[in-house]
């Protein structure tokens, strides 16, 4: 019986020594430039959101939303003083 017990403990650090070298190995490969050569925005599709001053368009992330429309920067905000239209 001890030596099933051996056996499994043995088996166990064997797998267990394989699956920590072949993570090491992924994560020190230099592959990926290999394995995805395409920009980042094709893996990371994003809706894209256009800016109601100037027309742009951006990701949305990176726009400012105000009042249920998205604007590219702070200064194509509309005038809050209410002076026009
Ligand atoms: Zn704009």
Do not use: K
Request: hydrophobic share 45%; with cysteine.
């Amino acid at each position: 019986m001890a030596r099933i017990l051996i056996l499994l403990a043995v088996v166990l650090g064997v797998f267990w020594w394989l699956r920590s070298r072949a993570e090491a190995r992924r994560h020190s490969a230099p592959r990926r430039s290999a394995e995805a050569p395409r920009a980042p925005a094709a893996t990371h599709p994003e809706a894209m959101v256009q800016c109601a001053h100037c027309g742009v368009h951006l990701p949305q992330s990176e726009a400012i939303a105000w009042r249920g429309l998205h604007y590219c920067r702070r200064s194509h905000l509309p005038d809050d003083s209410g002076a026009h239209s």
